[in-house]
């Protein structure tokens, strides 16, 4: 069997900075447009609602693709193991 490590993908220091920046700003320029958004409280209240759903369902959206992801690696590397164990115990020159 042979033996195969999986590359550990991992981010930067700097793209992870950049991204929490990249979200921070995002955000705070929404909140600043909600906030000074010329309409009635209740206008201004139902939209910052909306963004917060929508923030929270990117979240959980983005942990469901991770998930399925990982998922179909680790099967993956089971079906690549089977194969292995098959193909070393086969022997090409037993008569079938």
Same mark, same amino acid.
């Given at each position: 069997?042979?033996?195969? /490590?999986?590359? %550990?993908?991992?981010?930067?220091?700097?793209?992870?900075?950049? #991204? !929490?920046?990249?979200?921070? !700003?995002?955000?705070? #320029?929404?909140?600043?447009?909600?906030?000074?958004?010329? =309409? @009635?409280?209740?206008? +201004? #209240?139902?939209? =910052?609602?909306?963004?917060?759903?929508?923030? /929270?369902?990117?979240?959980?959206?983005? %942990? !469901?693709?991770?998930?399925?992801?990982?998922?179909?690696?680790?099967?993956? +590397? !089971? @079906?690549?193991? +089977?194969?292995? %164990?098959?193909? #070393?115990?086969?022997?090409?020159?037993?008569?079938?």
């Amino acid at each position: 069997m042979s033996e195969t /490590t999986a590359v %550990k993908q991992q981010n930067t220091a700097a793209f992870y900075g950049q #991204a !929490v920046l990249s979200f921070g !700003v995002a955000a705070g #320029a929404v909140a600043l447009g909600i906030f000074f958004l010329d =309409a @009635d409280a209740w206008v +201004r #209240a139902f939209l =910052a609602i909306g963004v917060l759903y929508l923030v /929270t369902s990117c979240f959980t959206l983005a %942990k !469901v693709i991770r998930d399925r992801q990982e998922a179909g690696q680790i099967i993956s +590397r !089971v @079906d690549q193991a +089977r194969l292995e %164990k098959i193909l #070393a115990e086969h022997d090409p020159f037993q008569k079938l």
